[in-house]
């Protein structure tokens, strides 16, 4: 549905994306994450013909961004980070006036504008005038533009950045229930954001893309090894000592009465063998569990650590009005 191939943007000797490729597939909703500065905004705005590219390719629908952009555009639906409405109009008006530059036929118009309300949950403001919305009913406006010709993909720039907790909440199940129907790429720096929507995670920073897969196999990739968690009565060094020359394990650290039983990777599964191995230590096992990592470690370390071995590539999202 969306593809990306070998894309980049370069402001002089600088560059904002630096060969990006990548996919998306029918029905997906996908989240394109990394920190501000990263190229996700320049790289959005090159998709949806804001901009052109300095070199690569991209289509979308079969159709190619730059040689074919008005098909493009009638098979995309853009929500830019800042909404763009129109305060001094209605939200019906608005929604209307956006339909037609959509090229939705006459005769639908007030049918595709009636059941992106419904869709987006605007019926309440329907006949108020945008510029008195609260900055949520503003965003629902913005996104109801960009679903009103019922596109086959949407193109989603920092969908929820400065709603309130019940606003993103409200967004966030809006965007989840768009999946099937429509194939969303959406951008954000914001981590539980792709959490909370996404299928497929894109992470990239200073304009390259560092790891592309679903959260479960990224959180597994990221993992040196599977880390066990057991509190005991009794930690004693004999104990320990123990632990730390069984068979697949590369390090036992204590805290207090809490362990951490770092493995080796692709070790088979050993815990009851762990367990067995306290018990006639006489440990004393009070809890036993497995320690996950989170999606804030698993960014950290792929913004940081990967890119280190990667050539030097300085963003210039901030340049020439290039987006975040």
Do not use: W
């Amino acid at each position: 549905m969306i593809q990306v191939s070998h894309l980049t943007k370069l402001y002089g000797p600088r560059a904002a994306v630096r060969d990006l490729s990548f996919e998306v597939n029918q029905g997906e909703i996908v989240g394109f994450l990394g920190p501000n500065g990263a190229g996700k905004s320049t790289t959005m705005k090159i998709l949806t013909g804001f901009m052109p590219a300095s070199d690569g390719k991209a289509s979308i629908c079969g159709y190619d961004v730059f040689e074919q952009p008005l098909e493009v555009k009638r098979n995309v639906g853009f929500l830019p980070e800042t909404p763009p409405v129109y305060p001094e109009m209605s939200v019906y008006d608005y929604l209307e006036f956006s339909a037609r530059l959509h090229q939705v036929p006459k005769l639908q118009v007030s049918t595709a504008v009636n059941t992106v309300i419904d869709k987006v949950a605007l019926g309440e403001v329907r006949k108020r005038l945008i510029g008195n919305l609260s900055k949520g009913y503003r965003q629902r406006v913005g996104l109801a533009q960009s679903l009103v010709h019922n596109p086959k993909v949407l193109i989603l720039d920092e969908p929820t950045v400065g709603l309130d907790p019940k606003q993103i909440i409200e967004i966030r199940e809006l965007i989840k229930s768009l999946s099937g129907d429509h194939t969303v790429i959406l951008s954000s720096h914001i981590l539980p954001e792709v959490t909370a929507t996404c299928q497929r995670i894109i992470v990239i920073n200073k304009g390259q893309i560092v790891a592309e897969d679903t959260l479960e196999h990224l959180t597994a990739r990221m993992k040196k090894g599977l880390i066990y968690s057991m509190v005991v009565k009794n930690p004693s060094k004999e104990g320990l000592e123990s632990l730390r020359k069984m068979d697949g394990i590369s390090q036992v650290t204590a805290h207090g009465s809490k362990l951490a039983i770092e493995m080796k990777s692709g070790t088979p599964e050993i815990r009851d063998k762990i367990i067995e191995m306290a018990v006639q230590r006489s440990m004393g096992v009070l809890e036993f569990s497995v320690e996950k990592i989170s999606l804030e470690e698993i960014f950290l370390q792929l913004t940081t650590i990967e890119t280190s071995s990667q050539p030097a590539s300085h963003s210039a999202d901030h340049s020439q009005g290039a987006g975040v």
